[in-house]
């Protein structure tokens, strides 16, 4: 049974820094691309970040230089650091994998920026 466990999102000042972490179980993590994604009110989810299992990495523009994906493969988890933040940042953050063309994702972890 695949498991996502999405964590670190709170209430931040603009400028601000938030590391979300996703804790996965189910799958053997070393071999899957990991994504992060975020759905605002209103709005479609988007995609975020993707890390591949050779650790190679892509972003939304939106996030490209203030965002960093990272995974640890001893602790089945990956990581998305948040610095710079903006109130359009706000939204909904889900951790996802797909596992035998299954998409699953995690229960989602609220990051709030104010202005």
């Known amino acids: 049974q695949v498991q996502l466990v999405e964590s670190g999102g709170g209430l931040v000042q603009a400028g601000g820094s938030l590391r979300l972490s996703c804790a996965a179980s189910g799958i053997i993590f070393r071999l899957h691309a990991l994504g992060w994604y975020r759905q605002a009110p209103g709005k479609q989810r988007e995609l975020v970040a993707v890390?591949?299992?050779?650790?190679?990495?892509k972003y939304a523009d939106a996030v490209k230089g203030r965002f960093t994906v990272s995974r640890d493969n001893a602790k089945n988890t990956v990581y998305l650091q948040m610095d710079s933040l903006k109130p359009e940042d706000t939204a909904v953050y889900y951790c996802n994998v797909a596992y035998l063309g299954v998409n699953y994702w995690g229960q989602g972890t609220q990051v709030t920026v104010s202005s």
């Open positions: 890390i591949t299992p050779a650790g190679s990495t």
